[in-house]
């Protein structure tokens, strides 16, 4: 099965550390997250991986032909010239994928999810997108209805909400976790150019099934800070 980690990202939020290195190979332990990230989307089945490029993109480069060496199935898409965020990173990938739903992973999450399970709902529920969250501390969050269908989104921290179709008196507040099963009829409503996928789904989710997956036990982490990523060096003992 075909997956594509995102790992073109600047990484600022890392601070210095992403001034020397991009933010895909901040090494937990002995491994990068690029490596990380690779093994668990492998490891649960989705082993035909392409790679965004952009920061330092020769450095992660060298890191996907290190990875390949080893038995992997990697490929690069070249953003040099220009970061293309998520839904631009993607729809410039379109071509590496087939007929069939894929996942999409951002480099810089840990998890023990079984990305597999978030496939098999995706596929059960007939939607277009299934975008996998917990409850957690944010300040972002997916408005969802008791089906789980994207409905809107806020930002606590500026007051701002979208609100996708009427509003309800049962829409919830669910964390994105930064992993996506998706159907290849999404790049029918995509072009070229930097575009982020949230928007994209949010101007679709009236017309279209947009699902969330809730996976709240387990554990789960987001590497973009200098905090998160001590904290999970600690939590792997390294």
Known sequence: MKAMIFAAGMGRRLGKLTKRLPKALVKIGDKTML??????????GFDDIIINVHHFADMVEDEV????????????????EM????????????????????LLYNTD???????KLLLDYHNN?????????????DNKFFLIDVSGRIRGWCNKATGE??????KTDYFSEIAFSGIHAVNPEIFDFMDEGVQSLTPLYLSLAEDHKIFTFRHDEGFWADIGTPENLENVRKYYGS
């Not at 038995?71 to 690069?76: K, M, S």
């Not at 999450?109 to 990305?115: N, P």
């Not at 909400?161 to 009427?166: A, H, N, P």
């Open 35 to 44: 490596q990380i990230a690779v093994e668990k989307c492998s490891a649960d």
């Open 65 to 80: 032909e290190r990875l390949n060496k080893t038995g992997f199935h990697l490929t690069v898409s070249d953003e040099r």
């Open 83 to 102: 970061l293309l965020d998520t839904a631009g990173g993607l729809y410039k990938a379109r071509s590496f994928f087939d007929d069939k739903p894929f």
């Open 109 to 115: 999450i840990i998890t023990d999810l079984d990305l």
């Open 125 to 137: 529920n007939d939607g277009i997108a299934t975008l996998a969250v917990r409850k957690r501390p």
């Open 161 to 166: 909400e979208i609100i996708v179709g009427s």
